[in-house]
């Protein structure tokens, strides 16, 4: 008698920590089958529900990724949730944000959370990252005319690699009964300033690195000028108010106390992307 492989469905499968969650559970004898709109296993839109069920067949556990760059979805996720249970997944993995339990009430991180720590037929893990490093080496915080360029007032944040994030969640994925009702603050081990992160970034790639600390709303009209959702700014203007206000994220250990292994430094992960600074053009 055949005994069936088990499968994790890994929404966001083509995103920064999705795809290296695949890599992971891959190297590991496990089967992931990641979905996203394109360029994946399977196809998956939030938006399109005909494309759930495919998603999900065969799957017994989840990496739940909610719909971006939106406030309200929490609705939307239940039903995906409801869905899930149904075809079978007994255990999700949800990727949320640092200090959801303080999120703003117009956005539907912390009921997410809520709606999956209620649910009893399934078990659950939560992951809470800081700001990932990788927006650093991406179009979110590329550099401008060789500088960053994002409001801080000197605070810190622990910026964590999402590679250690996909690290995290592969334990979790691998082995749910021993991750189930947790909850991970994923950190690195350093609360550095954005000028600590120029500095590295100077040093890495050979070139001069500036950080200049723009005004925090001028900096949020000018991501909604880029196009970014005009209701998404109530999110920014939490995610970077709590920099500003010196209650970025700290150092948790969370990492190494899931993986066995410290977390990732900031130096360490420049010297591994440094070519996203050395070709960058100013």
Aim: charged fraction near 20%; glycine fraction near 8%.
């Amino acid at each position: 008698m055949s005994i069936e492989t088990p499968t994790a469905l890994i929404l966001g499968g083509t995103g920064r920590s999705g795809s290296l969650l695949a890599d992971r559970l891959a190297q590991r004898g496990f089967s992931p089958r990641t979905a996203a709109r394109s360029g994946a296993d399977v196809r998956f839109d939030w938006d399109d529900p005909a494309t759930h069920a495919e998603a999900l067949r065969g799957a017994d556990r989840l990496y739940l990724v909610t719909p971006t760059l939106r406030l309200r979805y929490a609705a939307q996720v239940a039903a995906f949730l409801d869905r899930a249970e149904a075809a079978g997944v007994r255990h999700v993995t949800l990727l949320s944000v640092h200090y959801a339990d303080q999120a703003p009430t117009e956005a539907d991180f912390a009921a997410v959370e809520a709606d999956l720590v209620a649910r009893h037929g399934i078990t659950h893990s939560i992951l809470r990252p800081a700001w990932v490093m990788q927006n650093f080496a991406d179009e979110h915080l590329p550099l401008v005319d060789g500088a960053i360029v994002a409001p801080s007032a000197g605070g810190t944040e622990a910026f964590v690699d999402a590679a250690d994030i996909a690290a995290v969640a592969a334990e979790t994925l691998l082995d749910p009964a021993a991750h189930a009702g947790a909850a991970y603050a994923l950190t690195g081990p350093q609360a550095l300033t954005f000028q600590d992160v120029a500095d590295t970034l100077a040093r890495v790639s050979g070139r001069p690195v500036a950080y200049h600390d723009v005004d925090q709303e001028a900096w949020i009209n000018g991501a909604l000028a880029a196009g970014l959702p005009a209701d998404y700014a109530v999110v920014l203007r939490w995610l970077t108010g709590a920099i500003v206000s010196g209650n970025g994220s700290l150092p948790t250990g969370d990492v190494e106390k899931v993986t066995g292994r410290p977390a990732t430094t900031f130096r360490d992960f420049a010297e591994r992307h440094a070519h996203a600074w050395t070709t960058e053009a100013t």
